[in-house]
């Protein structure tokens, strides 16, 4: 049984990092595929695996659309999968390299498994394009690997058989105890950052560039100029945010602006936080394994489980109502809330269910 993994972006390869080590520790004949959809970011976190692809598709070019992202993977993809043979190929997430590979591979008759299936926010334009990604995907899988119950119920609800759906527990929560058990994060934190108990924020949603980022900066803003709480950032490579963040962050002195920075280190910046604001998927996952608040700045979830469970809120995008929901986020008590996203031992789970 021969298995393709895909990935091109920063999140895709923390989360299929933990399928990609386990396939090699089991002995199962695995080949590690890049599109390298964000060149910079993916190879930063593939240093940090130490992963090496057996294939590069080296595609992103400046300003690239979704379709020529989509046609590129496919063309490529549809090459490899002719010269492999591959049986499986496993797919991550939502993003564009996942839903033009999981296209390729069901043209080709090789089984999609997708990693993190059944998301659903609802709006087919929020996010996007990742709830159409999702759901093409989805589609055309083999097998899905709901990360919870909530994302199997999703599944269910839209007809797919039961046979097809297997509960995992996401592998995000693998990758960061791998990391956590591997390496010293405090040491990591003083590394870069002097300062504990901060406000930590990431944004970069497509849905989110221009005004209501603008907003979303001032909400946090207020705040941490009331409480006296520095804000720390790791600020996205896309322009498009950046032309945002600068202007309201870059000469406020209790801001803390840093370069996106290595899976290690803003690990162990979610540890030193005091709470988050953040609009990505993959560090909603996260914080609850930390003990974490997160402010969600989006008027759509996907991870219902996040605010089930206690530790965060679904925060808008207006200043007064991301500003709000962090004065009450940094007073809720974390203690003997459970983690909704698993154990750490989805990687496994998932192998397991094709073997
Ligand atoms: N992350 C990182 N360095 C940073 C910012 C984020 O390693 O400077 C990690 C973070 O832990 C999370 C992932 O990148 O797992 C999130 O990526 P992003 O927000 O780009 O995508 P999303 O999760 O929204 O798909």
């Not at 393709?4 to 299929?16: D, N, S, Y």
Request: with cysteine; aromatic share 8%; proline share 4%.
């Amino acid at each position: 049984m021969k298995i393709g993994i895909i990935f091109g972006t920063r999140p895709e390869v923390i989360k299929v990092a933990p399928v990609y080590m386990k396939a090699l520790e089991m002995g199962l004949e695995v080949r590690a595929i890049a599109t390298a959809q964000h060149r910079q970011m993916m190879d930063m976190m593939l240093k940090v695996f130490n992963i090496t692809p057996d294939y590069d598709m080296n595609i992103m070019t400046q300003n690239q659309s979704l379709n020529t992202v989509a046609a590129k993977v496919i063309t490529y993809l549809d090459e490899y999968i002719t010269k492999e043979k591959f049986d499986w190929i496993f797919v991550q997430g939502d993003t564009t390299t996942a839903m033009a590979s999981a296209i390729a591979a069901f043209h080709r008759g090789a089984k999609v498994g997708h990693i993190e299936a059944g998301l659903r926010s609802g709006d087919l334009y929020d996010p996007f394009p990742e709830e159409m990604n999702r759901q093409v995907i989805d589609r055309v899988a083999e097998l899905m690997f709901a990360p919870t119950e909530i994302s199997a119920y999703n599944l269910e609800s839209e007809g797919f058989s039961k046979e097809r759906i297997k509960i995992t527990g996401n592998t995000v929560v693998d990758a960061l105890n791998f990391i956590s058990e591997k390496f010293d994060l405090d040491k990591a934190r003083e590394k870069v950052i002097d300062v504990r108990d901060y406000v930590l924020v990431t944004l970069h949603r497509r849905e989110n560039w221009g005004t209501k980022m603008a907003a979303i900066l001032e909400g946090i803003k207020r705040f941490s100029l009331e409480y006296n709480i520095p804000i720390v950032f790791p600020v996205h490579l896309n322009p498009k945010v950046r032309e945002v963040v600068n202007p309201i962050l870059k000469e406020y002195k209790n801001a803390i602006l840093l370069e996106p920075v290595d899976y290690i280190t803003f690990l162990s910046l979610l540890k030193g936080a005091k709470i988050v604001a953040s609009d990505s998927g993959g560090v909603q996952e996260e914080a609850p394994s930390f003990s974490k608040y997160v402010v969600v700045c989006r008027n759509t979830t996907e991870r219902p489980e996040l605010i089930q469970s206690g530790f965060g809120t679904l925060a808008g995008t207006t200043a007064e109502s991301v500003y709000k929901a962090l004065v009450n986020g940094v007073s809720v008590n974390l203690t003997n809330l459970k983690n909704p996203f698993g154990d750490g031992n989805a990687a496994g789970k998932i192998l397991n269910a094709i073997i």
